[in-house]
């Protein structure tokens, strides 16, 4: 009976895996006159490319990466030892709270407050790759600390008499010896991080604009795959548009995919 | 101090007031604007409360159609998770040969990371299929979104299990294996009632996740004028949905007073879950000493 449930996951995982699969290669076959991995998108032409749609997404998700990535690495030096105790309690406090935020509700408040903000402050409508991108990193702020973090501190934990004894500041040992042992941890946070900006959906439909194009400057209106499998109606079934939808999700899955493959390759390296 | 030790502590105290500003700015922003929105006109608009609850008046310009749908989501979702799901977490901690863990928690990890906008475009096709081959009137509905959820969460509650019942003392295993119990006896009696809290506190973690959930549900069935569900093949109300829709499609300004209300009564429902789930976790590391 356990077994049979525990088997039912990787046949659940299986199901899912090859039906999207197949529908996304089915559309591809069945579209092959649509152009689909062009970069013209012009439905009363036949044209349905998603080129764009793949570029907007890959600059989203990297832009929203590399600064998310810088800001969990300095949570997490301010949870071990950089700052005071009770400095480090209430940010582990916040980033906790932060886990339990619905991404509709950071993607509300946002349009609200930030949009209007960078509308006024440097032009535009607002609803931007910046916008969009200032989310996201701020969103995967606490997962990617919390891997961090779990490797930085039993580390430091390890070193940490030995270091003192040497006649290390806390400061030193963290950026000397620290950092530098847990630099797979730091990599596989970054994986995992990058696994989830790409397939957020609700941010970049409700924040980036939307616009079919490919985004150059950081006020570009910008439209993701996520977005555009949310966006498009599902009225024209058999159709174009239906067909780039298919296999847009083909390729966010696929993506998606390798990622837990390779960060799961990878933290088993780690543990050894 | 030298350069790196310098630029390390910059960017950690940027990186920290950025954080407290950032999400404490959004969060005041959203309670300054919705706390006044948080009554009982906003449940039930004009309608009295007591007929709105048990549905003898239908509610117009309240959300209470949404919690009713998010209600009716998350119980689905957590009668189809909650047998799989414990059984499964239980069996890779207990039981499984080392191939089958690596087998399986392989797919617990893939599975996990599929985004959810995938997952909701998963049930769409699903539909689609169904009706071009099977069922020629099947349509989103209710019982497909609680699917697809329970698809989407399942690796959460799997993972929550599975590290409770790892993280006892390996000492209770022993013991009673010492005492001659037998492994199905160990686990029932045993291993799953010492790891209790701590399945709880990850049921409770997966209630939040069902609950947050939006790309899944907008492919699958929510819509914005649905009124209370009627059963599990009916289209329905709900809350992220709610908030989705309004930050779009708002007409007036009590419509996205609404709106406020409604992604703070979110938000807070989601902190009380949290926070709930981290004091059942809490408890079983206490009672076990674990740190």
């Known amino acids: ?272 | 101090m030298k350069f790196r030790e310098l630029a390390l502590t910059f960017l950690s105290w940027a990186a920290f007031l950025i954080v407290i500003f950032g999400v404490g700015g959004l969060i005041i922003f959203l309670m300054y604007r919705g706390i006044s929105a948080i009554n009982l006109k906003l449940f039930f608009g004009d309608t009295p409360a007591f007929d709105a609850i048990f549905a003898l008046k239908p509610v117009w310009n309240g959300i209470w159609p949404a919690v009713a749908g998010t209600l009716s989501l998350l119980l689905l979702t957590m009668t189809i998770v909650l047998i799989p799901g414990i059984s499964c977490g239980v069996y890779l901690a207990c039981f499984a040969s080392e191939r089958e863990r690596d087998f399986i928690g392989e797919s617990v990890d893939i599975l996990a990371g599929i985004p959810s906008i995938v997952m909701g475009l998963f049930g769409l096709e699903l539909v689609i299929i169904l009706r071009r081959f099977f069922l020629p009137d099947a349509t989103t509905c209710l019982f497909l979104s609680s699917l697809c959820l329970a698809i989407l969460v399942l690796p959460t509650l799997i993972t929550a299990t599975r590290s409770s019942i790892e993280a006892l003392p390996s000492q209770l295993k022993l013991t009673a294996e010492a005492l001659g119990m037998s492994k199905s006896d160990t686990v029932r009696h045993l291993l799953i009632p010492s790891a209790g809290s701590g399945i709880l506190g990850g049921i409770i973690l997966t209630m939040g996740r069902t609950m947050e959930d939006t790309a899944v549900i907008m492919l699958t069935g929510a819509v914005a004028n649905a009124g209370l569900p009627r059963g599990l093949g009916s289209k329905f109300e709900a809350l992220p949905f709610k908030i989705y829709y309004t930050s779009a499609q708002y007409t007036s300004s009590d419509e996205l007073m609404q709106g406020f209300g409604t992604a703070l009564l979110l938000l807070f429902l989601s902190w009380i879950l949290i926070l709930a789930a981290k004091i059942f976790q809490k408890r079983l590391m206490l009672k076990w000493q674990i740190n």
């Open chain 1, 1 to 272: 009976m356990l077994r049979f449930s525990a088997l039912l996951i990787s046949a659940i995982l299986g199901t899912v895996i090859a039906f999207i699969i197949i529908s996304g290669i089915e559309a591809f076959i069945k579209g092959s006159g649509l152009s689909l991995f062009g970069d013209v998108w012009n439905p009363n032409a036949g044209r349905f490319g998603i080129l764009m749609m793949i570029q907007c997404s890959v600059l989203l998700a990297v832009s929203s990466l590399f600064t998310g990535w810088f800001l969990s690495l300095g949570c997490c030096c301010i949870l071990n030892g950089l700052a005071p105790k009770f400095i480090a309690n209430l940010l582990m406090g916040i980033l906790t709270l932060m886990t339990a935020i619905p991404t509709v509700v950071y993607g509300f408040a946002a349009v609200f407050l930030l949009v209007p903000l960078i509308r006024d402050a440097l032009g535009g409508t607002g609803f931007c790759w910046l916008t969009a991108s200032m989310i996201l990193s701020l969103q995967g702020i606490p997962t990617m600390t919390f891997i961090m973090n779990s490797a930085v501190r039993s580390l430091s934990s390890e070193t940490k008499i030995t270091a003192t004894a040497l006649g290390m500041t806390p400061i030193q040992h963290l950026s000397r010896v620290v950092l530098p042992l847990s630099s797979k941890a730091m990599i596989s946070a970054a994986i995992l991080g990058l696994g989830r900006a790409i397939g957020d959906a609700l941010l970049p439909t409700m924040l980036a604009g939307n616009a079919i194009r490919f985004a150059k400057f950081p006020l570009d209106s910008m439209r993701t795959l996520t977005a555009h499998i949310s966006l498009v109606l599902s009225s024209d079934i058999g159709g174009g548009e239906h067909f780039s939808l298919l296999l847009s999700g083909a390729l966010l899955l696929t993506f998606c995919a390798v990622i837990s493959f390779i960060s799961r390759r990878f933290g088993r390296k780690i543990n050894l």
